[in-house]
């Protein structure tokens, strides 16, 4: 079954953004479009099988600025029966407490809007922080955690890793 895919991201400082064009480079074409909320359309989520959303946090536990201006705009929209896949950007030794807090709130936003299935889930093993909004269960954050802070060199691994778990959960062959 062929699932049409996006990416969506808010960048402050372009590592969101950088991230979202690694996902889509190993993507391909499998991803056929991709979009800084700064500039979309939030009608365009309806548009698309399953997003890609990529958030920091900022400013202490804070959503990032595009996606602060963008979430009241995506009232009223309807993302039920699509899946979606959150890759949050933080610094886990600069803000331990509130490492990825963003991608629990955004999540907390997109679940009102039809409750879409969250897909790719991830472990927190091998991320050293002690608190945390982004996460999913005990042992497991709501998407992926990157931190170009402080582990810029895992991101490419990480990113590979992560996303045959995500095609895993949307039913599709891995990689
Ligand atoms: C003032 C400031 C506050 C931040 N607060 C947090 C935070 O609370 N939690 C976190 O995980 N990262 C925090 N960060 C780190 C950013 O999320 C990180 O640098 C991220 O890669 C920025 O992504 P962007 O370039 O796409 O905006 C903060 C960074 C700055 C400069």
């Known amino acids: 079954m062929a699932l049409s895919m996006a ?36 009608k365009d989520l309806e548009n698309y099988d399953l997003l890609f959303l990529g958030v920091p946090t900022w400013n202490v536990g804070e959503m990032q600025e595009d996606w602060e201006s963008f979430i009241p705009r995506m009232q009223g929209l309807d993302l039920s029966g699509k899946k979606v896949a959150f890759f949050g950007l933080g610094d886990a030794v600069g803000y331990p ?29 091998g991320y050293a922080f002690d608190q945390s909004k982004g996460m999913y269960d005990s042992d497991h954050l709501l998407g992926l955690g990157l931190d170009e802070d402080n582990e810029s060199n895992l991101t490419d691994k990480r990113i590979k890793a992560w996303l045959p778990k995500v095609m895993q959960d949307a039913g599709l062959q891995t990689a």
């Open 7 to 42: 990416i969506f991201y808010g960048s402050s400082t372009g590592n969101t953004e950088k991230a979202a064009q690694k996902i889509k480079k190993e993507l391909g074409d499998l991803v056929s479009h991709i979009a800084d909320v700064a500039n979309a359309d939030p």
């Open 97 to 125: 407490e509130n490492f990825l807090d963003a991608m629990g709130e955004l999540w907390g936003a997109v679940q009102m809007l039809g409750n879409p299935e969250l897909i790719g889930t991830w472990p927190k093993e």
